[in-house]
């Protein structure tokens, strides 16, 4: 390796395909290290400015008006977490932002999260486990849940806003302590499971004593290629899951829906929006002993097209009150009937999970990570009580976790993520 | 800059050496001996520092022996509550220094081997010997009886540990690795309750294990202050969360509660004290730079 080369692994961004490059040219490994990292999070002032790298392969933008993930089409792999905050003072919690901000810039352009140094008694400052891995489409979101403004040490109690407020309990959930609330959350979705995990480790990582971990879920989906095309995906009771969201390229609609307007909440969360997660269960074994047609009646779609009962295309008008032989065509308590009855919309972004096997009963741990974003979390809740009792879905699921978090609006070059609400 | 780019220069030599490109020899040579003189720099530096620590390992191991004879002692007394009373405490000492007395393959088994790790061995019990064995005989089966010649065996080798340890090379690295490692002893199985599994004395252990990585930390402290005085302050700071998340559970005799008798939010608590704690010290390294 010559002089030059040298030089640039120690002055520039790494990415991780380069750390395998320059390790090629000197025949073994390189060593990665990080010279303070508790340094790093009191001394934000001192690190550089970190801009998006367009030149990336596979690479989703950071910054922007609203933050990625969120819009971002047909994601494939989900890593969710749900952090308690233990930051003992706001200007704590504050840098922590501002290193994430760096580290999300940097992981998002599928670069180390921090450079070389030359002392091989630390350990590496880059967990190392998406060494020559690219961005893979990363997004990394973040948003922040109720009980962090209770905090008092941190002060924020008046930038409360009054719609984040624990979600209600609805009609059979059966939650687990397990899965429900938290501080702070980090959605992380990647085309690659590895790189969104190794994603939210070097940022949980970063923040140890700052953050502990409540709890948190990965997601799958796979997506059947038409005129390479991605199609909706199919959840794990073979149904397309997503045929009714709006379209992510309308803004008008997408300004309705999901992002919040100026006026319309805390100033802070204007161009933010909230994000619902709900852990829900889903029964395998006794729906795949259920009746085609029953299945059919209970979504009110048929499975191998997706499109409404008595149509042919996925994305036909569901028109409700078509009848035959003076019965509605898609029953009343279809689960596709009780949603659109309900003037409220939701961006839908689900992913199906598998979680082993329940001790108790020896059947799959099975179900959908259900994520949806919208600008006020009663258009959820009214959409969930519409399902109410009546659901014909609610026999073969269970809803068994719940959190809600305000999701801070896009980072500005030069600002960092929640700046809005913590400076 | 140019110091920089010249130690990686010379890491990249000397990783090659690791995978063993051994065909040339001389170029191998060399960068060994680079490597070498680079060590030698470091002890150099922190010589005192090592002597701090050479100094406390050697009066905890002394103070080791003391407590074991009277263990001992009490064992072949027959004085089952006297043993018990001993216990904990005496270990605390070996659990202190652990990264000096681990560096005995053979001894540190004899005197601190669970009965689980020597049949993973592929051993039985008979082959069992040391400090849990006779934990097993005092609290499972209420007596000291059979256990003497145990007892015995083990003062020798206790004895031996001692005797052996001005022999171990203290280096900041064995410090540093040494310090990160009584926390991950704590994370691995302190925190699970698999250390005394009969006695459910595991805080004694936990506590001395902090103990052996807070000295580490005390002896780097002047050092450190000078090329990351936040980093100190934050160590103290994890120190103290963790110390008196300990606190919390002693019993008020001068030891500690069962392990038992801690709840699952407890051990969690503890659990991710260590877990904070374990992130910046591992940092410390930096203490060579």
Redesign the interface.
């Known amino acids: 390796m010559n002089n030059q080369e040298e030089k640039s692994i120690l002055q520039k961004e790494v990415s991780r395909r380069d750390v395998l490059k320059i390790a090629g040219i000197g025949g073994a490994g390189v060593i990665l290290g990080a010279s303070g990292l508790t340094g790093a999070l009191t001394a934000f002032g001192a690190n550089p400015f970190i801009d998006d790298d367009q030149t990336a392969a596979n690479k989703v933008k950071f910054y922007g008006k609203h933050q990625p993930g969120i819009l971002t089409k047909s994601p494939e792999h989900v890593y969710f977490v749900s952090l308690n905050c233990t930051a003992k003072s706001k200007k704590e919690l504050k840098e922590m932002f501002q290193l994430w901000t760096n580290y999300s810039v940097r992981l998002m352009n599928g670069q180390v999260v921090e450079p070389y140094t030359e002392n091989k008694l630390l350990p590496a400052g880059d967990t190392g486990e998406a060494t020559g891995l690219d961005a893979s489409h990363l997004t990394l979101t973040f948003g922040v849940g109720p009980s962090l403004f209770e905090k008092k040490e941190l002060g924020l109690q008046h930038m409360k806003p009054k719609e984040l407020a624990d979600l209600p309990h609805f009609p059979k959930d059966q939650l687990d302590p397990n899965y429900v609330g938290g501080d702070i959350c980090i959605q992380a979705c990647a085309d690659d499971p590895q790189v969104a995990f190794h994603a939210v480790r070097n940022l949980v990582r970063a923040a140890r004593g700052k953050v502990t971990m409540r709890w948190s879920q990965t997601g799958f989906n796979s997506y059947e290629m038409k005129k390479k095309k991605k199609q909706t995906p199919r959840n794990l009771f073979a149904f397309k899951d997503g045929s009714g969201n709006p379209n992510v390229d309308d803004a008008k609609a997408m300004n309705e829906v999901v992002w919040v307007q100026p006026g319309e909440s805390k100033s802070w969360l204007t161009g933010g929006t909230y994000l619902v997660a709900r852990r829900i269960q889903m029964h395998l074994e006794t729906w795949d002993r259920t009746a085609l047609t029953e299945q059919e009646a209970t979504f009110g779609r048929h499975r191998d097209s997706g499109a409404p009962l008595g149509k042919t295309g996925e994305f036909d008008d569901m028109e409700l009150d078509r009848k035959e032989n003076g019965q509605p065509v898609v029953p009343v308590t279809s689960h596709v009937h009780l949603a659109k009855q309900v003037k409220d919309r939701m961006l839908r972004r689900s992913f199906s999970y598998s979680d082993g096997i329940n001790p108790n009963t020896g059947a799959f741990d099975a179900g959908l990570l259900f994520l949806s974003f919208q600008k006020h979390p009663k258009q959820f809740i009214n959409i969930q009580n519409s399902f109410g009792r009546t659901d014909k879905l609610n026999e073969y699921i269970t809803h068994r976790g719940s959190a809600l978090f305000a999701c801070f609006p896009g980072v500005k070059k030069g600002s960092y993520l929640g700046a809005e609400l913590f400076s | ?1 140019n110091q ?2 010249r ?3 010379f ?3 000397s ?2 050496l ?2 063993g ?1 051994g065909d040339n020899a001389s170029q191998d040579t060399e960068s060994q001996k680079a490597s070498e003189s680079t060590e030698q720099a470091q002890t150099n530096k922190l010589d005192k520092e090592v002597q701090s620590y050479k100094e406390f390992a050697s009066d905890q191991l002394d103070q080791f022996v003391v407590e074991t004879e009277a263990f001992v002692e009490a064992v072949k007394a027959g004085d089952v509550e006297k043993a018990k009373e001993l216990y904990a405490p005496a270990r605390m000492y070996f659990e202190r220094s652990e990264p000096i007395a681990e560096s005995f393959g053979d001894l540190d088994p004899r005197i601190d081997a669970r009965l689980a790790d020597v049949k993973e061995e592929g051993q039985g019990e008979e082959q069992w010997s040391g400090y849990h064995k006779i934990e097993k005989g005092l609290w499972e089966e209420g007596t000291t009886k059979g256990y003497e010649e145990v007892a015995d065996q083990l003062l020798k080798d206790v004895k031996e540990l001692r005797a052996k340890v001005e022999t171990v090379e203290v280096t ?2 064995l410090m ?2 040494g310090a990160v490692d009584l926390l991950n002893e704590v994370s691995t199985s302190k925190i699970t309750g698999e250390e005394e599994i009969y006695s459910h004395t595991d805080l004694y252990d936990f506590k001395a294990n902090v103990e052996g990585a807070e000295k580490i930390f005390e002896i780097f402290k002047p050092k450190l202050q000078e090329k ?1 005085a ?2 100190v302050k ?1 160590l103290e700071e ?1 120190f103290k969360t963790l110390n008196g998340l300990l606190a919390k559970h002693e019993d008020g005799k001068g030891g500690f509660v069962s392990f038992e008798k801690l709840t699952k939010e407890d051990t969690k608590a503890l659990s ?1 004290a260590v ?2 704690l374990g ?2 010290l ?2 410390m ?2 203490v ?2």
């Open positions: 800059m920089i780019v130690n990686v220069g890491l990249l030599l990783s090659s690791l995978v490109c900041p690295d540093i690795t990351d936040q980093l934050t994890n991710e877990d904070h992130e910046p591992s940092q390294a930096i060579v730079e």
